[in-house]
């Protein structure tokens, strides 16, 4: 299995800040990464598909870079709705999809 | 604009059988550019992919749970179902369902249900 590893695994900021989260593979996935929400209570959403690109409808401070084994979610200007759980996705072994442990961004 | 559902038992027992369907409404499109999939996330852990199946009807399975595995999709009824044998406490989890998209290198899970908590207790 390819592991997916996160950090940090929460996160305190504030309205306006920006910030950064890490997502590492065990091994080389070049940019299959996908990116999500999860907010309480609603199912959880797809910002970012290939690493960097941007899900229709997801707000353009949502931005996602890396390839390889190292990759990471920048919020910038953070808005009182993006506090939630983010998770990343690896779609390289598209028959052994991992999930990274999620990130807790608190205010 | 798609949407999903998940239904099924809150309880089942140990040793028995997992049955959850996924109800599928709104802009429901049966292309070879999706797929659905179910995921689940014991409490405290990671997400983890338990299995897919295509529009060609072949099913795709976690391989940790591959003996115990069903997923099936009814087209007629716009929904698709997972069946999960022998259920031990370790089975507990918040179980969803998503369609996967068919990228062109890539595949990605949207959108999702809002899950439902399935606890292995006698």
């Known amino acids: 299995d390819i592991q997916m590893t996160q950090s940090p695994s929460s996160l305190s900021a504030s309205v306006g800040d920006r910030v950064t989260i890490t997502c590492r593979a065990s091994q080389s996935i070049s940019s299959y990464l996908n990116w999500y929400q999860h907010r309480p209570g609603k199912p959880p959403r797809l910002l970012i598909y290939a690493a960097s690109t941007l899900q229709s409808g997801v707000p353009s401070r949502f931005s996602g870079s890396g390839s390889g084994t190292d990759f990471t979610l920048t919020i910038n200007n953070l808005q009182p709705e993006d506090f939630a759980i983010y998770f990343c996705q690896q779609s390289y072994s598209t028959l052994q999809y991992t999930f990274g442990q999620g990130t807790k961004l608190e205010i | 604009q798609l949407q999903l559902q998940e239904s099924g038992p809150g309880l089942v027992k140990p040793s028995e059988t997992l049955s959850l369907t996924c109800n599928v409404s709104?802009?429901?499109?049966?292309?070879?550019?999706?797929?659905w999939g179910w995921i689940r996330q014991p409490p405290g852990k990671e997400m983890e992919w338990i299995a897919s199946i295509y529009y060609s009807g072949n099913p795709y399975y976690n391989p940790s749970l591959r003996s115990r595995v069903t997923i099936s999709e009814d087209t007629s009824k716009k929904h698709f179902s997972l069946k999960l044998s022998s259920v031990t406490a370790a089975d507990t989890a918040v179980y969803y369902c998503?369609?996967?998209?068919?990228?062109?290198?890539?595949?990605?899970?949207?959108?999702w249900g809002h899950g439902t908590l399935v606890t292995v207790s006698s």
């Open positions: 709104g802009d429901y499109i049966r292309s070879s550019s999706y797929f």
């Open positions: 998503a369609r996967g998209v068919v990228g062109t290198f890539i595949h990605w899970f949207d959108p």
